[in-house]
């Protein structure tokens, strides 16, 4: 294997739970295994791995927010979700359409979302943000549909 393959391989089994590292190197030959034991060792003393940057060193896709609908339609789908799922759709999905809904909620909804939204981080996983975004555009899809929603 490659240098650079190597080091993709330590920095991908350095983020792994450590029973699945041990079973993945206990698969490997003696020679690659010792080469990426003192890999990996050196990638979890000089760094906390956080998974979106993971993803971005190994080439795999990134999240990409999909379409988001009409604000019409986001303002209908966000006011049947309560204060905590609508905060967290606005921040995983459509924060630059937040104030667009928050202007258009009831003064004490407004806040409560805001408050929300200001202990939400300020990146979502991007597994839970496709999942949000997921819902969004299926609800978004029953309210233009048919009127309704969840």
């Not at 079973?23 to 010792?34: E, N």
């Not at 050196?42 to 927010?65: K, N, S």
Request: proline fraction near 6%; aromatic fraction near 4%; charge should be neutral.
């Amino acid at each position: 294997m490659k240098a650079s393959g190597m080091r993709k391989a330590a920095l991908a089994l350095a983020a792994m739970h450590p029973s699945d590292r041990r079973w993945m190197l206990g698969k490997l030959p003696g020679a690659a295994r010792d080469a990426l034991d003192t890999l990996i060792e050196e990638a979890r003393q000089h760094t906390v791995l956080d998974a979106d940057l993971l993803r971005v060193v190994l080439d795999e896709p990134v999240h990409v927010a999909k379409e988001l609908p009409p604000p019409d339609v986001l303002i209908v789908v966000l006011d049947r979700l309560s204060v905590v799922w609508a905060a967290r759709i606005l921040a995983a999905t459509a924060m630059d359409h937040a104030e667009i809904y928050l202007s258009a909620c009831a003064p004490l909804r407004a806040k409560a979302i805001r408050d929300e939204i200001s202990r939400l981080p300020t990146q979502f996983p991007s597994a839970m943000a496709d999942a949000l975004s997921a819902y969004l555009s299926e609800v978004a899809l029953e309210v233009r549909t048919t009127g309704s929603g969840r």
